[in-house]
């Protein structure tokens, strides 16, 4: 997870098979949370880190299959914390 508009944002959590599978507003929801978790990284990765993120979603906005969805938050979450814990070392 560069330049996620919050149109984007949109598509991604209003597809019908993101909304089957994981809610209407996950994509929100995971990206929020991604960027709160960023924000307890140091000033220099913050940066970083905020573009990766943006570009993923990006990337990610066509994405239809729920399976695909589900896998892509799990990922997202479990690449958060190793990436806390990388720096709170």
Same mark, same amino acid.
């Given at each position: 997870?560069?330049?996620?508009?919050?149109?984007?944002?949109?598509?991604?959590?209003?597809?019908?098979?993101?909304?089957?599978?994981?809610?209407?507003?996950?994509?929100?929801?995971l990206?929020?949370?991604?960027?709160? #978790?960023?924000k =307890?990284?140091? #000033?220099?990765? =913050? =940066?970083?880190? +905020?573009?990766?993120?943006? =570009?993923? @979603?990006?990337? @990610?906005?066509?994405?239809?299959?729920?399976?695909?969805?589900?896998?892509?938050?799990?990922?997202?979450?479990?690449?958060?914390?190793?990436?806390? +814990? #990388?720096y709170? +070392?």
């Amino acid at each position: 997870m560069t330049c996620l508009s919050i149109s984007a944002c949109r598509r991604f959590s209003s597809s019908a098979a993101a909304a089957a599978a994981l809610g209407p507003n996950s994509a929100k929801d995971l990206y929020r949370d991604l960027v709160r #978790k960023i924000k =307890q990284l140091p #000033k220099d990765a =913050q =940066q970083y880190y +905020k573009n990766y993120t943006r =570009q993923v @979603f990006y990337n @990610f906005t066509e994405e239809r299959e729920p399976e695909t969805l589900t896998r892509l938050h799990s990922k997202a979450r479990e690449d958060a914390e190793w990436v806390l +814990k #990388k720096y709170s +070392k």
